[in-house]
């Protein structure tokens, strides 16, 4: 049984600290994606309490992660001059070892994102 892992973990650099709060969905591409596999809340580091996927879980195959960044910014009464310019951020990403640790952070700012592969 492989033994590989997805985690995340998401940080606010507008406000240069973790986004605690925001709610993050996985889905699996290859088969239902209309379905989240998992639905998780930050933690106050940012991180999910436990991987959103393990214990043979992760397959290879391609997943999307959506995070909910327009009701996170909301929930911190960040106010906009022109009004919310995000709503949820799709990555879709590509797991080709089941074995191995996936890292999918997320730096966010009201106007802008990026991520990488972590470890």
């Known amino acids: 049984m492989a033994s590989g892992k997805l985690t995340t973990h998401v940080l606010d650099q507008a406000r240069g600290c973790p986004a605690s709060g ?31 996927l393990s214990d043979g879980r992760l397959n290879i195959g391609r997943y999307e992660l959506r995070f909910f960044v327009a009701d996170y910014f909301e929930t911190q009464n960040v106010s906009l001059e022109n009004g919310q310019f995000l ?19 997320l730096l966010v700012s009201p106007y802008g994102y990026s991520t990488y592969r972590g470890s």
């Not at 699996?28 to 933690?43: F, G, I, M, Y």
């Open 22 to 52: 925001m709610v993050i969905e996985l889905y699996d591409l290859e088969s239902d994606a209309q379905t989240p596999l998992a639905t998780v809340v930050t933690n106050s580091d940012g991180r999910c309490d436990a991987p959103l």
């Open 87 to 105: 709503d949820v951020i799709p990555i879709q990403f590509v797991v080709a070892d089941d074995s191995a640790h996936y890292h999918v952070p």
